[in-house]
């Protein structure tokens, strides 16, 4: 028998993942409640693992912290918000992150749920309006921070009851569910304007012989004083995961480091280098294809894709952007062409439901992209850069 034929032979009689976990890429999506229903009927969302599956997609990250609510049922929200999930029709009387992972586990795709509003909270939401002294404040004392047309506020990162209230929420879900990994973003900062409420004055002065912080919130010494507390609470975060459940994965996808840390005092450069992160998505949403490239080859994440498995976040369109199939695909290859470990798109609805081009040819296209099956590159199984 030649050796051609023989490794025929030996492919066909491995177990499928085996043979898919000949080669490994990320091949993510992010499924959000935000421009998109995918979420709100278990038979679409079902449909639409389906699909994913079908077109070799391996991963995605449901959201199930938005908008001030959970997406799953929390005693942990119930307790603090008054209400144990988000009160959109579509999820009541289910647990849409369980048949996520039930039919995504069917489909052998890995299921991250995704922390989406981090400290983040709309204005008028529950949340803000139960917990007013959670809140964060400008140095002028305004609380709003416009995004897009939405008034949004912010929990204090720095505040105990604060982060005893996010950390049970993440342990909540890393223990009742069976989960690969959990994900964070930059909302897991805090914009830097913000940081001037009496609790974290007061714990700055402290530790500094009763000199207030700086007025200018751009202050390098200030900034990095807050950047270096949501460290800390990220690495307690870390710890309690783990605790909980030894192989859960520990992702971020955040902005490029510059942003991330400028203005979101969010430093994923340096939780990588002290170990935190396991699974690193850096988006990079950007139609210039010379500014896309250039991120790509920043030190910091060459770095780190020296040591963990580092995908790009690739845009494939917003509720008013239309990304051309042209683009996509000729991002994916830039970042083949550097030896990441994959992509992730951002997000579900813009793969194929809301674009320009047809649902068919866009689907013919990511068809282009991911021929066949891929393994999902788990650096708790041995992943080498």
């Known amino acids: ?39 709100f009927e278990s038979d679409r969302l079902k449909r639409s693992l389906q699909t994913l599956q079908k077109l070799n997609f391996n991963t995605v990250y449901p959201t199930v912290w938005n908008w001030g609510y959970t997406l799953y049922p929390s005693k942990v929200a ?9 009160p959109t029709p579509g999820l009541k009387g289910r647990d849409m992150l369980k048949e996520t992972v039930i039919e995504g586990h069917k489909q052998g795709l890995k299921v991250i749920p995704w922390f989406e509003f981090g400290f983040m909270a709309p204005a008028d939401s529950l949340l803000a309006k ?31 009851d604060v982060q005893r209230f996010i950390q049970d929420l993440i342990v909540e879900i890393v223990k ?27 714990l700055y ?3 500094h012989r009763g000199k207030a912080p700086s007025k200018n919130p751009k202050d390098p010494e200030w900034v990095r004083w807050r950047a270096n507390k949501i460290t800390g609470f990220m690495k307690r975060v870390f710890t309690a995961i783990k605790a909980t459940k030894k192989n859960c994965i520990v992702s971020v996808a955040p902005n ?4 991330s840390y400028e203005y979101f005092l969010a430093d994923w450069q340096r939780w990588e280098r002290m170990g935190l992160i396991e699974d690193l998505v850096v988006q990079i ?31 494939t ?28 798109f951002f997000f579900y609805e813009t793969l194929w439901n809301m674009s320009k081009e047809t649902p068919l040819d866009r689907q013919a296209g990511f068809e282009q992209i991911f021929p066949t099956p891929a393994g999902y590159p788990n650096i708790l199984t041995g992943w080498k850069p």
């Open 78 to 86: 119930s307790k603090v918000i008054g209400r144990a999930i988000d």
């Open 205 to 207: 002065k402290k530790e």
């Open 176 to 202: 009742n569910y069976d989960i690969d990994g959990i994900q964070f973003d930059d909302h897991f900062g805090l914009p830097s304007e913000l940081g001037y409420d009496p609790y974290t004055v007061s």
């Open 317 to 344: 369109g917003l509720k008013n952007r239309s990304v051309p199939m042209q683009q996509i695909q000729t991002q994916v290859q830039k970042v083949r062409d550097r030896n990441f470990a994959g992509v992730s």
């Open 285 to 315: 949403y950007r139609d210039d294809l010379n500014v896309f490239v250039k991120e790509l080859e920043y030190p910091e994440v060459k770095a780190a894709k020296s040591h963990i498995p580092v995908s790009i976040g690739i845009l």
């Open 1 to 39: 028998m030649g050796i051609l034929m023989a490794l025929i032979v030996v492919m066909i009689s491995l177990p499928l993942n085996a043979q898919t976990n000949m080669t490994s890429e990320l091949r993510g999506a992010w499924l959000t409640n935000i421009d998109s229903d995918v979420l």
């Open 130 to 160: 139960n917990r007013p002294y959670w809140l964060t404040n400008r140095s002028d004392g305004t609380r709003i921070v416009k995004e897009g047309t939405h008034n949004r506020v912010w929990l204090s990162p720095f505040r105990p």
């Open 256 to 259: 490029p480091q510059r942003f």
